[in-house]
């Protein structure tokens, strides 16, 4: 079964702090994984997408990292500010020929003052 | 540009009663997806289309849902004999389109957060 799993669930850190959010996955065929950050009561939102050759993207204070391997992604938030509280969700598309997708739980990162 | 958008916003309607939620993509557009997410859960796939067919519906929970698009734009998700554990956000999503690798962007909608009383 195509699963993708994220730890921490929640996590709570301080203004200015760095945080490492893990994601692993059992999709398959794998075609790529994406980052997602969902504010309260919003759309989920793009921050990074990494196809099987990659293995680190940044997208400003945002880095992904991919090992294909072993079916493991993290993502690293450095300097964290107060607007990246939010739910970060890992997607893993593939599984099927148009790139279904498949979501983690998500990691609900509180940032405080 | 206008992003994707999805209507109502909200929705409280009686057990038993049909519900229609709307969603209309980004112009241009031809794949669009529907996904229900409850409260501290991750999001569901329920149904994809290309264009105004539905290669994908096997996320769809029962018979009670039903989806349909027209004119490769507006979509319609539809919910008949709401039930409590229909209760929960439906987000939509679209893209330029799939293709075997899948690595087109999908822009989702603000959700319409329906509660089933």
């Known amino acids: 079964k195509n699963q993708v799993e994220q730890s921490p669930q929640s996590l709570i850190i301080l203004e200015g702090k760095n945080c490492t959010l893990q994601?692993?996955?059992?999709?398959?065929?794998?075609?790529?994984l994406r980052w997602y950050k969902q504010d309260t009561g919003r759309g989920p939102v793009s921050l990074t997408i990494?196809?099987?050759?990659?293995n680190t993207k940044s997208n400003g204070r945002y880095t992904a990292t991919l090992d294909a391997d072993t079916k493991q992604s993290s993502l690293h938030i450095t300097a964290s500010q107060l607007s990246d509280s939010a739910s970060y969700i890992c997607?893993?598309?593939?599984?099927?020929?148009?790139?279904?997708?498949?979501f983690g739980q998500g990691t609900i990162l509180t940032v405080h003052p | 540009g206008a992003g994707v958008s999805q209507s109502p916003s909200n929705k409280v309607t009686e057990k038993g009663k049909d519900v229609e939620l709307r969603c209309d993509p980004i112009?241009?557009?031809?794949?669009l997806y529907w996904y229900r997410q409850r409260l501290g859960q991750g999001l569901e796939f329920l149904i994809y289309?290309?264009?105004?067919?539905?290669p994908d519906k096997s996320g769809l929970p029962s018979d009670r849902f039903s989806a349909e698009r027209t004119g490769e734009s507006v979509s319609t998700l539809t919910i008949q004999r709401t039930q409590q554990e229909d209760s929960a956000v439906y987000l939509c999503?679209?893209?330029w389109g799939t293709g075997r690798t899948g690595v087109y962007e999908q822009y989702f909608g603000p959700g319409t957060r329906l509660t089933v009383t």
């Open positions: 999503a679209s893209s």
């Open positions: 289309f290309q264009g105004n067919s539905a």
């Open positions: 990494m196809t099987f050759s990659e």
């Open positions: 997607v893993v598309v593939g599984g099927t020929s148009y790139g279904k997708l498949t």
């Open positions: 112009s241009g557009h031809t794949a």
């Open positions: 994601c692993n996955y059992t999709v398959s065929p794998f075609s790529n």
